[in-house]
């Protein structure tokens, strides 16, 4: 399996922005799709972004849409999420994984996870 490093989290202002990164060792699949979700302390887990590592489509969850990206680089076997203009409730431990064929958002179908990153947004 793959093996995840997340990084990047950290504490910011509201308004501010954060770019977190996904290192996955060796060389992923071409068909892997890789994402992002987060988990705020008794919430459920949640869908962040999905970006598939070959050809690069996304697709961003509604409640972050046009504030954060996902982009990759397949170079260097790592994946980011660029988050701006960051509120509050956004403040979880953000978990990148990666499956293999899956275009879903079920986190219960994706085998690999990193050990999270924690984002906190202050108001």
């Excluded at 093996?3 to 068909?31: D, K, Y």
Aim: aromatic share 12%; hydrophobic share 35%.
């Amino acid at each position: 399996q793959v093996q995840l490093v997340e990084s990047g989290g950290g504490l910011v202002q509201a308004g501010g922005s954060l770019r977190l990164s996904c290192a996955a060792s060796g060389r992923t699949a071409s068909s892997y799709v890789m994402a992002w979700f987060r988990q705020a302390p008794g919430k459920e887990r949640e869908f962040v972004a999905r970006i598939n590592w070959s050809g690069g489509t996304t697709y961003i969850a509604d409640s972050v849409k046009g504030r954060f990206t996902i982009s990759r680089d397949n170079a260097k076997n790592t994946v980011y999420l660029q988050m701006n203009s960051l509120k509050p409730e956004d403040t979880a431990v953000y978990y990148c994984t990666a499956a293999r064929y899956y275009s879903g958002t079920d986190p219960h179908h994706f085998g690999s996870w990193g050990q999270g990153t924690q984002v906190t947004v202050s108001s």
